[in-house]
């Protein structure tokens, strides 16, 4: 089955250390997102890229980083930079070119920083 | 710039009564709505999405939106809830100009048995 598979499920770190998140798709998506969810703030835009080998900041890049190599793979590194990391963050991916193609998320990583 | 609006953070309905998640928009260019539910510790799954051929859209388990252009507003139905419809569920438009999409805060549902 197509679908966006998010690695580990629960991470655990502790304060001061980079962390990388796995997001790795199989629908053939040109464009990969990530996004912070925090309760009742809804979803955030982290970064998103529209093809390999390039990407964008959104609202809340501050002590993220992201690579897009292949075309599969959106990896996201938290960094110590960031001043609250704990969250739940969503991967998605979605068409780039097709006419009002949704997102497609994959099951989250809740990462503890303590 | 585009934005949305979930009134009401939290939504509790007898089991049997009608669901209704409201969503407003805003957007200089027309929209694609779309609605999306969340189970705990799960990604976002597509309810339904608006892509301009039916103002009534029909979407999975039994939900319905209803796009209306002069109230800016895509809210959600379902005529009789189900205990397996309490999950948060998310209002989020996208315009086609650097293909972004913007989410609501989420509305979470609480069905009462």
């Known amino acids: 089955d197509g679908g966006i598979t998010q690695s580990p499920k629960y991470l655990f770190r502790k304060e001061g250390q980079n962390v990388t998140l796995s997001c790795e798709q199989n629908?053939?998506?040109?464009?990969m997102y990530w996004y912070r969810q925090d309760p009742g703030q809804g979803l955030r835009l982290i970064y998103y890229?529209?093809?390999?080998?390039?990407?964008q900041k959104g609202d809340i890049a501050e002590g993220y980083s992201v690579s897009r190599e292949k075309k599969e793979s959106f990896p996201l590194t938290v960094t110590s930079a960031q001043k609250n990391p704990t969250a739940f963050y969503l991967c998605?991916?979605?068409?780039?070119?097709?006419?009002?193609?949704?997102?497609?998320f994959g099951n989250g990583t809740r990462l503890t920083v303590t | 710039a585009q934005s949305v609006t979930q009134l009401g953070s939290h939504v509790s309905v007898s089991e049997g009564a009608l669901v209704l998640l409201r969503c407003n928009y805003s957007?200089?260019?027309?929209?694609?709505l779309f609605w999306y539910v969340q189970y705990p510790n799960q990604g976002l799954q597509l309810l339904l999405k608006?892509?301009?051929?039916?103002?009534l859209v029909k979407g999975i388990n039994g939900f319905e939106a209803e796009f209306k252009k002069s109230e800016t507003s895509f809210h959600l139905t379902k005529p009789s809830a189900h205990m397996s419809d309490a999950a948060e569920y998310f209002c989020?438009?996208?315009?086609?100009?650097?293909?972004?999409?913007?989410f609501g805060t989420g509305t979470s549902l609480t069905v009462i048995p």
């Open positions: 629908l053939n998506h040109d464009a």
């Open positions: 608006y892509t301009s051929a039916a103002t």
């Open positions: 998605a991916s979605s068409n780039w070119d097709s006419y009002n193609s949704p997102l497609h």
């Open positions: 890229s529209q093809i390999v080998n390039d990407f």
């Open positions: 989020a438009v996208s315009v086609r100009t650097g293909n972004q999409f913007y």
């Open positions: 957007s200089s260019v027309p929209p694609y």
